[in-house]
């Protein structure tokens, strides 16, 4: 019998202006897909002009200058369209999807369609839902009390997983895609029985409570922040009249 997580995983990454998913913009996305753990991934880039000045100190995380992306970079109407496709043709197809930190990557591109497409990242999965698999979910709740970062890179080391060239979306995607597969197999005792679908709807109860967690501790210390417990996608922020 092979399980869901040596099987078909779709994976998404996306690399922006800055971390407000509300504000920010898409600068590039990448779509790897890999039927068979081990199978030579399929991977498909996306370059985008956001047509807004990229911060500084974001070009300095991911390596992508105003002058880089107005030259070789798309406009963002069909990039938005065309991920939003691409993420429903994997949704119908069957395959989960692989997205650290799934509330920022799938909010950002939902507010990206809302903004250059009249349209939501819902309007495109109406008749495929989505069924992500969080590695950063999945590792904080399997692994709630091992202390220490769980970003990416921090779980690539502790699942040894090779991330060759980090902050980059197709390595960021291939990466994830690898930690969820090694996550899956170090607790497979407690993961083997569970579907995909299943495992997306138990993950929303985890984030919640891991952010009810984050949100007391920051009580705790005095750090006016509030973390949003929604997930995989946060709700449209309504504009108050």
């Given at each position: 019998?092979?399980?869901?997580?040596?099987?078909?995983?779709?994976?998404?990454?996306?690399?922006?202006?800055?971390?407000?998913?509300?504000?920010?913009?898409?600068?590039?996305?990448?779509?790897?897909?890999?039927?068979?753990?081990?199978?030579?991934?399929?991977?498909?880039?996306?370059?985008?002009?956001?047509?807004?000045?990229?911060?500084?100190?974001?070009?300095?995380?991911?390596?992508?200058?105003?002058?880089?992306?107005?030259?070789?970079?798309?406009?963002?109407?069909?990039?938005?369209?065309?991920?939003?496709?691409?993420?429903?043709?994997?949704?119908?197809?069957g395959r989960p999807l692989v997205?650290?930190?799934?509330?920022?990557?799938?909010?950002?591109?939902?507010?990206?369609?809302?903004?250059?497409?009249?349209?939501?990242?819902?309007?495109?999965?109406?008749?495929?839902?989505?069924?992500?698999?969080?590695?950063?979910?999945?590792?904080?709740?399997?692994?709630?009390?091992?202390?220490?970062?769980?970003?990416?890179?921090?779980?690539?080391?502790?699942?040894?997983?090779?991330?060759?060239?980090?902050?980059?979306?197709?390595?960021?995607?291939?990466?994830?895609?690898?930690?969820?597969?090694?996550?899956?197999?170090?607790?497979?005792?407690?993961?083997?029985?569970?579907?995909?679908?299943?495992?997306?709807?138990?993950?929303?109860?985890?984030?919640?409570?891991?952010?009810?967690?984050?949100?007391?501790?920051?009580?705790?210390?005095?750090?006016?922040?509030?973390?949003?417990?929604?997930?995989?996608?946060?709700?449209?922020?309504?504009?108050?009249?």
């Amino acid at each position: 019998m092979t399980h869901w997580y040596e099987g078909p995983l779709a994976s998404f990454d996306t690399e922006t202006t800055g971390v407000d998913v509300e504000e920010d913009r898409i600068v590039s996305a990448a779509l790897v897909v890999q039927d068979t753990a081990g199978g030579r991934p399929r991977v498909t880039r996306w370059l985008v002009n956001p047509g807004v000045p990229v911060p500084e100190g974001a070009t300095a995380v991911h390596g992508l200058t105003d002058d880089h992306l107005q030259r070789y970079g798309r406009w963002p109407a069909p990039v938005m369209e065309e991920l939003a496709r691409a993420l429903a043709e994997q949704c119908a197809a069957g395959r989960p999807l692989v997205v650290m930190n799934a509330p920022f990557d799938l909010t950002i591109l939902d507010r990206e369609l809302r903004r250059h497409r009249a349209s939501s990242l819902g309007g495109y999965l109406r008749n495929a839902p989505l069924c992500v698999l969080d590695p950063r979910v999945l590792d904080k709740h399997l692994d709630r009390y091992r202390k220490g970062r769980r970003t990416l890179t921090d779980l690539c080391e502790q699942y040894g997983v090779e991330l060759d060239g980090a902050h980059d979306a197709a390595a960021d995607a291939t990466a994830a895609l690898d930690v969820v597969r090694a996550v899956a197999r170090r607790f497979a005792s407690r993961l083997e029985r569970l579907s995909p679908a299943e495992l997306h709807t138990l993950q929303a109860v985890w984030h919640a409570a891991q952010a009810r967690g984050l949100q007391a501790w920051f009580a705790r210390n005095g750090t006016p922040e509030a973390v949003d417990p929604a997930w995989p996608l946060r709700p449209e922020l309504r504009t108050a009249a």
